[in-house]
């Protein structure tokens, strides 16, 4: 009853008798874009911040992402294209970047984005009192100019390859920002947007409603709302989805994909997308953990656990073992590196030279001490779930006790993760196009940084400091691929697998174009015919 009357809310919010006329033409042509209806998304996790920079969860950004607007971005084919960049000119070799913004672009409150947003969101991203992850790049600049309203240049001490990748990051409003606490900004909660829809309501625990920005400056989304429905169980999600109530889920797994949607019923109603995710999960450890101290019991575990049977049954099939922070098809990977076989006898031998053996009791123990963790993850993640579990199965067969404790999203991310306050997790991370891991495995971003299981090593260092120095992509390839054969000798994680994005929508949507990019990419260009529109929007 309580989900239906959430449902019912959420309707007559969307729905209105007194909808305002729409500029469409009497009669479009059947192919023709129009104007109109809302978008019911579900997501597993509710964000914990709408400013960029000071989150890292995927809820956050993807929330975010509809708000705020960059110089650049990638198309459809993953070429760097201006946005709300004019124009981007590079010189002296790759040294300096100089932008020229549009004119005209506004943010909701009627104010113009200037080079002054731009000059602000630098200086505030190199600030050290700024609580982010996410400065190396801006830190990295020798220079920042502000040559007149629209234009500024960033130079560098050597060529840096992810310089142009800075600068798709969003551009945060100065005339709001400045001056403030962060971290008591009412902009966590209530941003204010210069991108394709604004914040409408955010309910918590419950829903986000966006309403189309009409003064998006690229032109206004077709689609009237976008609703986020926080679900924080992906079964759940599945049976609303079938039940008709959301439009797009992005999340399916492996035993709905295959089980679940190839029925007749389901593939009237929706299109499912399958693409090998941006994406890797994997098993990571606090380094700080006796436990986990010595690699060799790192090592051990990473024999322990059979990949292609977490694969194969935490997924259905639906992902690739993977061996480290890279997509197999990803130009950077190092197909050299060949995996620890699954040996669960090498893994007991590499433990027992830790010190670790068997007591009468079949358990692992060292100095009397017993070889007992607990495994953290996050709530209404299935997969995620499931994996620990069998890693737990594997694990107990060598005399390992493993615990699994799931957390909900942001409290499992605030007073766990990014604190340090756990044994090992499992988790995921979303690869960005560009190969640089500087932020997730550098040992200056341990303590408040991406590295949160402490990981540090001189060689690695170097090579990601190499790596980010250069334009030459095979000399970046060389640095990168001795890289990955550092961590696979560490293993400061245990890398499980790279998964398949499982995307169904709703087929009244028109204008999905999935590509290189992914389904999501123009998104604001999605719309749905007349005769097939589902809400009608009040402008209030």
Same mark, same amino acid.
């Given at each position: 009853?309580?989900?239906?009357?959430?449902?019912?809310?959420?309707?007559?919010?969307?729905?209105?008798?007194?909808?305002? /006329?729409?500029?469409?033409?009497?009669?479009?042509?059947?192919?023709?874009?129009?104007?109109?209806?809302?978008?019911?998304?579900?997501?597993?996790?509710?964000?914990?911040?709408?400013?960029?920079?000071?989150?890292?969860?995927?809820?956050?950004?993807?929330?975010?992402?509809?708000?705020?607007?960059?110089?650049?971005?990638?198309?459809?084919?993953?070429?760097?294209?201006?946005?709300?960049?004019?124009?981007?000119?590079?010189?002296?070799?790759?040294?300096?970047?100089?932008?020229?913004?549009?004119?005209?672009?506004?943010?909701?409150?009627?104010?113009?984005?200037?080079?002054?947003?731009?000059?602000?969101?630098?200086?505030?991203?190199?600030?050290?009192?700024? /609580?982010?992850?996410?400065?190396?790049?801006?830190?990295?600049?020798?220079?920042?100019?502000?040559?007149?309203? #629209?234009?500024?240049?960033?130079?560098?001490?050597?060529?840096?390859?992810?310089?142009?990748?800075?600068?798709?990051?969003?551009?945060?409003?100065?005339?709001?920002?400045?001056?403030?606490?962060?971290?008591?900004?009412?902009?966590?909660?209530?941003?204010?947007?210069?991108?394709?829809?604004?914040?409408?309501?955010?309910?918590?625990?419950?829903?986000?409603?966006?309403?189309?920005?009409?003064? #998006?400056?690229?032109?206004?989304?077709?689609?009237?709302?976008?609703?986020?429905?926080?679900?924080?169980?992906?079964?759940?999600?599945?049976?609303?989805?079938?039940?008709?109530?959301?439009?797009?889920?992005?999340?399916?797994?492996?035993?709905?994909?295959?089980?679940?949607?190839?029925?007749?019923?389901?593939?009237?109603?929706?299109?499912?997308?399958?693409?090998?995710?941006?994406?890797?999960?994997?098993?990571?450890?606090?380094?700080?953990?006796?436990?986990?101290?010595?690699?060799?019991?790192?090592?051990?575990?990473?024999?322990?656990?059979?990949?292609?049977?977490?694969?194969?049954?935490?997924?259905?099939?639906?992902?690739?073992?993977?061996?480290?922070?890279?997509?197999?098809?990803?130009?950077? #990977?190092?197909?050299?590196?060949?995996?620890?076989?699954?040996?669960?006898?090498?893994?007991?031998?590499?433990?027992?030279?830790?010190?670790?053996?068997?007591?009468?009791?079949?358990?692992?123990?060292?100095?009397?001490?017993?070889?007992?963790?607990?495994?953290?993850?996050?709530?209404?993640?299935?997969?995620?779930?499931?994996?620990?579990?069998?890693?737990?199965?594997?694990?107990?067969?060598?005399?390992?006790?493993?615990?699994?404790?799931?957390?909900?999203?942001?409290?499992?991310?605030?007073?766990?993760?990014?604190?340090?306050?756990?044994?090992?997790?499992?988790?995921?991370?979303?690869?960005?196009?560009?190969?640089?891991?500087?932020?997730?495995?550098?040992?200056?971003?341990?303590?408040?940084?991406?590295?949160?299981?402490? #990981?540090?090593?001189?060689?690695?260092?170097?090579?990601?400091?190499?790596?980010?120095?250069?334009?030459?992509?095979?000399?970046?390839?060389?640095?990168?691929?001795?890289?990955?054969?550092?961590?696979?000798?560490?293993? /400061?994680?245990?890398?499980?697998?790279?998964?398949?994005?499982?995307?169904?929508?709703?087929?009244?949507?028109?204008?999905?174009?999935?590509?290189?990019?992914?389904?999501?990419?123009?998104?604001?260009?999605?719309?749905?015919?007349?005769?097939?529109?589902?809400?009608?929007?009040?402008?209030?």
């Amino acid at each position: 009853m309580r989900a239906e009357r959430f449902f019912l809310l959420c309707l007559f919010f969307l729905m209105s008798a007194a909808a305002q /006329p729409r500029a469409v033409s009497a009669s479009p042509a059947a192919d023709a874009p129009v104007y109109g209806d809302a978008m019911l998304r579900g997501m597993l996790g509710e964000p914990s911040n709408l400013i960029p920079y000071l989150s890292s969860d995927s809820a956050s950004s993807e929330v975010y992402g509809n708000f705020f607007v960059a110089p650049l971005k990638y198309d459809r084919d993953l070429q760097v294209v201006p946005w709300a960049a004019e124009r981007f000119e590079i010189l002296d070799e790759g040294r300096r970047l100089r932008f020229t913004l549009k004119k005209g672009i506004l943010w909701q409150d009627g104010v113009e984005l200037t080079a002054a947003d731009a000059a602000f969101t630098y200086a505030l991203m190199i600030d050290p009192q700024t /609580p982010t992850a996410y400065a190396g790049d801006f830190k990295i600049i020798k220079e920042f100019k502000q040559l007149d309203r #629209y234009s500024f240049e960033v130079s560098y001490e050597n060529p840096f390859p992810r310089s142009l990748n800075t600068w798709m990051g969003a551009l945060l409003p100065a005339h709001v920002l400045s001056g403030q606490n962060l971290r008591a900004s009412p902009l966590i909660r209530a941003p204010l947007s210069c991108g394709p829809y604004t914040l409408r309501e955010w309910n918590p625990g419950a829903k986000l409603i966006l309403a189309a920005n009409p003064m #998006y400056f690229p032109g206004r989304p077709y689609i009237d709302r976008v609703l986020y429905r926080i679900i924080p169980d992906i079964t759940t999600m599945f049976l609303e989805l079938k039940a008709g109530k959301l439009d797009v889920m992005s999340s399916l797994t492996g035993l709905q994909y295959t089980r679940q949607t190839g029925d007749e019923a389901f593939r009237r109603e929706f299109t499912v997308q399958r693409t090998l995710a941006s994406a890797y999960t994997y098993m990571g450890y606090n380094l700080k953990n006796p436990l986990f101290a010595d690699v060799r019991v790192r090592r051990a575990l990473a024999h322990a656990v059979d990949k292609r049977a977490v694969v194969k049954t935490a997924l259905m099939g639906q992902g690739e073992p993977t061996v480290g922070p890279y997509k197999p098809d990803a130009w950077a #990977y190092n197909h050299a590196v060949e995996d620890y076989p699954y040996d669960p006898q090498k893994a007991l031998n590499l433990l027992a030279e830790a010190g670790w053996r068997k007591g009468p009791d079949g358990a692992l123990r060292k100095d009397g001490m017993p070889f007992s963790f607990t495994l953290l993850t996050n709530q209404g993640n299935e997969q995620r779930v499931k994996t620990a579990v069998i890693i737990r199965g594997m694990l107990e067969k060598l005399g390992i006790e493993v615990k699994i404790r799931s957390v909900e999203w942001a409290a499992f991310l605030k007073q766990f993760v990014m604190p340090g306050r756990f044994d090992a997790v499992i988790l995921g991370w979303t690869l960005p196009q560009d190969p640089d891991g500087y932020d997730v495995w550098h040992s200056s971003r341990r303590n408040g940084g991406l590295n949160f299981v402490g #990981y540090a090593d001189t060689e690695a260092d170097a090579c990601l400091e190499a790596a980010r120095s250069t334009l030459d992509r095979a000399e970046r390839k060389k640095y990168y691929d001795r890289f990955q054969e550092i961590l696979h000798r560490d293993q /400061p994680y245990c890398f499980l697998y790279v998964p398949y994005e499982l995307t169904a929508v709703q087929r009244r949507f028109r204008g999905i174009d999935p590509a290189p990019a992914g389904v999501f990419y123009n998104v604001d260009q999605w719309w749905v015919p007349l005769d097939e529109q589902r809400y009608k929007v009040s402008a209030q």
